[in-house]
Nanobody
Framework: QVYLVESGGGSVQAGGSLRLSCKAPRTITSVFNPSPMAWYRQAPGKQRELVAEISNGGRTTYADSVKGRFTISRDNARKTIYLQMNSLKPEDAAVYYC???????WGQGTQVTVSS
């Protein structure tokens, strides 16, 4: 229902930073804006886990493992959400997915690798 395009993944050293983006270029604002959005991640052999959520009004929540290091934000005019990841650790390595909550639509995933 909602087409999401992710970007920004890559390989970094521990302590480095990445910024992930997830855009909905083919979705009208009346569909995008009312929906909560989220970032999830999935490491090999593990379940997909919630990393951060943002409401349509901009309220945010974070997994304990990323509090103080990651920041989720949204730009409704651009139909985009972001995940700023600082002080990256090897345990942050995973495929990261964005989610449009109302439609339960997922992005394609973008891989993040962190080397020590």
């Amino acid at each position: 229902q909602v087409y999401l395009v992710e970007s920004g993944g890559g390989s970094v050293q521990a302590g480095g930073s990445l910024r992930l983006s997830c855009k909905a270029p083919r979705t009208i604002t009346s569909v995008f804006n009312p929906s909560p959005m989220a970032w999830y991640r999935q490491a090999p052999g593990k379940q997909r886990e919630l990393v951060a959520e943002i409401s349509n009004g901009g309220r945010t929540t974070y997994a304990d493992s990323v509090k103080g290091r990651f920041t989720i934000s949204r730009d409704n005019a651009r139909k985009t959400i972001y995940l700023q990841m600082n002080s990256l650790k090897p345990e942050d390595a995973a495929v990261y997915y964005c989610l449009h909550g109302n439609s339960r639509s997922w992005g394609q995933g973008t891989q993040v690798t962190v080397s020590s």
